[in-house]
Every structure is written in C-alpha cells, then in structure tokens.
C-alpha cells in the first residue's frame, strides 16, 4: 500500500465523519436529575434563573406544595411541574418571584394576547374558509349538452 492510497483513504475517513453530525443528547448536570426513589419521595429538578440570566441546577424536596430555596419558600404545586420525555420532574423558578413559570398560566395568557400559535392556527383556517374564490367555468361538455337542448327547442318550435 503506498502513501497516497493511505491519504486517500484518510481523507475519505475524514470527510465521512465531517458527514456524520452526532446530535448531542440533553443531560441533567451531575447529581441533579431525580431518580425512582427520589421520585416517590416528592423530589424535583429546579432550575433556578438567577437575575444576572445565569441558570442553577438544584435538587429540592416537595414539601406541601411549596419547596424551599434560599430560605424563602416557593410554590410547587402540579401546574407547575413540567416533565420530560422520560418522565423527570422539572420546575423552572425565577430567582425573584415565589412563584415557579407555570406552562398553564403561560399557555392562557398567550391565547388572551394573540400571541399563541394556536390562535393562528384558527385564524388561518378562518381566512382560509371565507376567501373568495373564482367562479368556475362551465365545462365544454355542459355548454354542447345546453347547446343541442337549444337546438332541439327552435328546430321543435319551427316544425311543430
């Protein structure tokens, strides 16, 4: 094997691996995510947006829908629990507020404002529903059909 065969073959290796664009997989950072046990016991993954838009990772028990971070207890109730495709629980809390992002609340006040892809959706089939569309042209085959019915008419009254 010479030397350019093995350059050709490095670079078709390269190139195939430049093609293969590996899609990372989302993962909780270490020690973060819940497990069964924790599960059973009320846990919850909290991520913690800080003022300075930084994000922290935290892990709090749920404890008669409240959980308690920085000494100051928040709420924690089913509407703002968020789950992932495997099923781990999730609270997005903003650090100043006691009250954790509720998709519910969110999804609500979007449909109110207008601003929910879902309204556009209604409304695209709305406007799609009342469009004016052309008239239709009457076919060749109609237009012989009342023709020889015409025809038939004149040619009757002139005989009969």
Known sequence: MGLKESLDEITNLLKEQQDKKVEKKFKYPFGKKVGKSQ???NYVT???IN???RVNWKKYQIDEQT???DEILRLAT???VLYDQKGNPL???PSWSVEPFSPKQHFEESANKGANTKGYKVLMA???SEQVKPKKEMGSIVKWILGLLLAGVVIYAFIG
């Open 39 to 41: 599960g059973k016991k």
């Open 46 to 48: 909290v991520l913690v």
């Open 51 to 53: 003022e300075n838009s």
């Open 67 to 69: 959980i308690k971070h």
């Open 78 to 80: 089913t509407d703002h």
């Open 91 to 93: 609270i997005i809390l």
């Open 126 to 128: 709305k406007m799609q």
